[in-house]
């Protein structure tokens, strides 16, 4: 190599490799500060966009998580409700079968008769009341309902549709009314006079067979097998938000691990590079000055 006083080869071998070493000690440092080992489209540009798509896709499933953990509190909710009116039909059965017992007079009649009543008036109250987010879930008014469980816009794959079979109304009318229990006149005062066998206008105890508290017996069990059908669809559809909500999670873990893999930075490995980027920067440093004395040897040949 010719020795030249303009032009310093060495300087400027030793300066860029100064500038690299420099630049890995930077990246290294970043990766580790940031915990990634993507921090720019520049560092990795496929893995950069594939890490945004997927980041894209777990605050998607988050969001059909949320809409699934709603979905099965909403039907929850249901489900209480309807254990509070079995509860309360239940009892009315109790008690019309007592009724049924011939040894009772109309004093003891109108007692039944009145806690009968209050039994039917509060299953009007639950029915009246059982929402969720504004929504009335007893009343027959809710039509069928789509949960979004998924991220797509695939209805099929993406939606659990639940039937307005599941939001039938759970009022006194709508349970003994001729649908259902059988009865024609399906009003509280009438259900509570053909469950008692006491007139509470007149009274006095009824005489008609329709109105005789044994006749009433099938007529609640229709009653109570209603409301365990209903509760049964009630129970499958949340066997199916429960898997969705099952589906969501192994989906969340899966593309978590996957853009780990991607994007986490290796603590050991940016530490190692860390500190063989840093030797090579003091080792070029030093070297630098060394390699800019070296045009000055060309004044012992003067």
């Known amino acids: 190599m ?18 690299k070493s420099t630049n890995q000690l930077n990246q290294a440092i970043e990766r580790m500060t940031t915990g990634y080992k993507i921090n720019h489209a520049a560092d990795n540009a496929a893995g ?7 980041e894209a896709q777990l605050g998607s499933l988050d969001v059909a998580a949320d809409n699934a953990a709603t979905g099965a509190d909403m ?18 059965r109790d008690l019309t079968e007592q009724a049924a017992n011939g040894t009772y007079g109309s004093q003891s009649l109108a007692a039944i008769n009145s806690e009968i009543t209050a039994r039917l008036q509060e299953i009007d109250r639950i029915a009246a009341n059982c929402e969720f987010n504004g ?7 809710l039509s069928s309902l789509a949960i979004q469980v998924g991220i797509d816009g695939n209805a099929d794959k993406s939606q659990i549709t639940l039937s307005d079979n599941l939001f039938k109304s759970g009022a006194v009318s709508a349970l003994f009314g001729s649908e259902v229990g059988g009865l024609s006149n399906a009003t509280i005062a009438e259900v509570a006079k053909r469950c008692s066998g006491y ?10 067979d329709a109105e005789k508290p044994t006749a009433m017996l099938s007529v609640i069990d229709n009653v109570i097998n209603e ?18 909500i099952e589906s969501i999670g192994v989906q969340t873990e899966n593309i978590t ?9 290796d603590v050991a490995t940016e530490s190692s590079n860390y500190i063989k980027a840093q030797i090579l920067q003091q080792a070029s440093a030093t070297l630098l000055a060394t390699a800019n004395q070296t045009p000055s040897i060309a004044l012992n040949l003067l």
């Open 227 to 244: 409301i365990s059908s209903r509760v049964t669809t009630l129970g499958a559809a949340q066997n199916r938000i429960e898997s969705a």
């Open 75 to 92: 039907l929850a909710t249901l489900e209480d409700n309807y254990a509070l009116v079995s509860s309360h039909v239940q009892r009315v």
């Open 257 to 265: 691990s996957s853009l780990s893999t991607l994007r986490d930075a």
């Open 135 to 141: 929504q009335k879930m007893m009343s027959g008014s």
């Open 2 to 19: 010719a020795l030249t006083i303009n032009t310093n080869l060495s300087s400027l071998i030793v300066q860029n490799n100064l500038t």
């Open 48 to 54: 950069y966009s594939i890490a945004r798509n997927w």
């Open 199 to 208: 007139d509470v206008a007149n009274h006095k105890k009824t005489t008609a």
